[in-house]
Nanobody, 123 residues
Framework: QVQLVESGGGLVQAGGSLRLSCASS????????MGWFRQAPGKEREFVAA????????YYTDSVKGRFTISRDYANNTVSLQMSSLKPEDPAVYYC????????????????WGQGTQVTVSS
């Protein structure tokens, strides 16, 4: 089992930045791919970003490319999502996810979910 705990959500003005972190514990090797999804009210949960175990493969959904950066801290078993130039369409509950690989996460193959953290963007 892998436990994922997100932190860092909150309220930010449009154009601002926010950093989300996800701490993983347990059998981390069973979820080599880590990533982020988000779900806005009334919408389906969607893929945002994923990173492979080595960090050599990274994927983003088109709407966040150039604005969001995913990274891993192996010493602390955390995955972070640095969000910049936040837009009115970015607010959602952001979920940390773990799965068999970054490419599989991109395709929706999630094994473990965090509890989610709310991101709100004010205009």
């Amino acid at each position: 089992q892998v436990q994922l705990v997100e932190s860092g959500g909150g309220l930010v003005q449009a154009g601002g930045s926010l950093r989300l972190s996800c701490a993983s514990s347990g059998r981390s090797f069973s979820a080599p791919g880590m990533g982020w999804f988000r779900q806005a009210p009334g919408k389906e949960r969607e893929f945002v970003a994923a990173i492979s175990w080595s960090g050599g493969a990274i994927y983003y959904t088109d709407s966040v490319k150039g604005r969001f950066t995913i990274s891993r801290d192996y010493a602390n078993n955390t995955v972070s999502l640095q969000m910049s130039s936040l837009k009115p369409e970015d607010p959602a509950v952001y979920y940390c996810a773990g799965g068999p690989g970054a490419n599989r996460l991109r395709d929706g193959a999630v094994t473990y979910w965090g509890q989610g953290t709310q991101v709100t963007v004010s205009s």
